[in-house]
C-alpha cells in the first residue's frame, strides 16, 4: 500500500513556457503533500508543503509565484513550474503522508532548454 | 529537529547483513528516527522508523540504543538491488512531518 504517483516521468520544455506536474496519492487520501527538488549529485530539498483546501507553505528562498501549488483534492496536488528557465532544471519529486509517514512519488525530471 | 551524522559511503558483500550507523546525538524524546533510501533517480522509498523499541519489518531491521542517540539499520541479506543512498532522519512528534534529507550513506553491494 501507500503508493504515490508522479505525471508526467520526464518533461522537456523550452525557456519561458509553463510545466504542470501532477502528484496523486493512489490508494489513500492525503491531507498533507510535500514537493521536493533534487540537483545533480545533492540531497532532497523540501520546496513547499501542500494542504489539501489551504495556501501551500513555501521554504525560504522559494518563489511562490514562480511554484505554484493547488491542493485541490485529498488525493492530488499539482506543481506548476511558471516561466521555467534552464536554472529550474532538476528532479522534482513529491511526497503524501498517511499513516504519520511521508511516502514519495517516484519522480519527475525537468529539462529547459 | 536534531541533525544527524552517517558515513559517506561503504560497500557490503551480497549475501551478508549491512549495518548501517547513524549518530543523533541531539536527539528529543518525541523524535523518530526514520529511514530511506534512494536508488539512482527515482523517489526515496521508505524502509522503517522507530522512536525507542527496536523494529523490524519485511525489509529490514532498526536497532535504536537505550539513550537513543545512535542506531543502526541492519538489511540482513543484502542483494545487488539493494544499492543505494540510504538516509537516517529524525524526525518531529506526531504532526510534525517535515523531512530533512542529509548527505545519506552510499551502500555498494558488490557481488
Known amino acids: 500500500g501507500a503508493v504515490v504517483s508522479q505525471h508526467p516521468s520526464w518533461v522537456i520544455c523550452k525557456s519561458g513556457t509553463s510545466v504542470k506536474i501532477e502528484c496523486r496519492s493512489l490508494?489513500?487520501?492525503?491531507?498533507?503533500m510535500f514537493w521536493y527538488r533534487q540537483f545533480p549529485k545533492q540531497s532532497l530539498m523540501l520546496m513547499a508543503t501542500?494542504?489539501?483546501?489551504?495556501?501551500?507553505?513555501?521554504e525560504q528562498g522559494v518563489e511562490k509565484d514562480k511554484f505554484l501549488i493547488n491542493h485541490a483534492s485529498l488525493t492530488l496536488s499539482t506543481l506548476t513550474v511558471t516561466s521555467a528557465h534552464p536554472e529550474d532544471s532538476s528532479f522534482y519529486i513529491c511526497?503524501?503522508?498517511?499513516?504519520?509517514?511521508?511516502?514519495f512519488g517516484p519522480g519527475t525530471r525537468l529539462t529547459v532548454l | 529537529d536534531a541533525k544527524t551524522t552517517q558515513p559517506t559511503s561503504m560497500d557490503c558483500a551480497e549475501g551478508r547483513a549491512a549495518n548501517l550507523p547513524c549518530n543523533h546525538s541531539?536527539?528529543?524524546?518525541?523524535?523518530?528516527v526514520y529511514w530511506y533510501r534512494q536508488i539512482h533517480s527515482q523517489g526515496p522509498q521508505y524502509i522503517i522508523h522507530?522512536?525507542?523499541n527496536n523494529e523490524t519489518n519485511e525489509m529490514a531491521s532498526l536497532i535504536i540504543t537505550e539513550d537513543r542517540k545512535s542506531s543502526t539499520l541492519i538489511l540482513p541479506h543484502a542483494t545487488l538491488r539493494d544499492t543505494a543512498v540510504y538516509y537516517c532522519i529524525v524526525r518531529g512528534g506526531l504532526g510534525d512531518y517535515k523531512l530533512s534529507f542529509g548527505a545519506g550513506t552510499t551502500v555498494t553491494v558488490r557481488a
Open positions: 541531539t536527539i528529543s524524546g518525541n523524535e523518530y
Open positions: 511526497s503524501a503522508i498517511t499513516q504519520d509517514t511521508q511516502y
Open positions: 490508494d489513500f487520501q492525503a491531507t498533507t
Open positions: 501542500s494542504n489539501e483546501g489551504s495556501k501551500a507553505t513555501y
Open positions: 522507530g522512536l525507542k
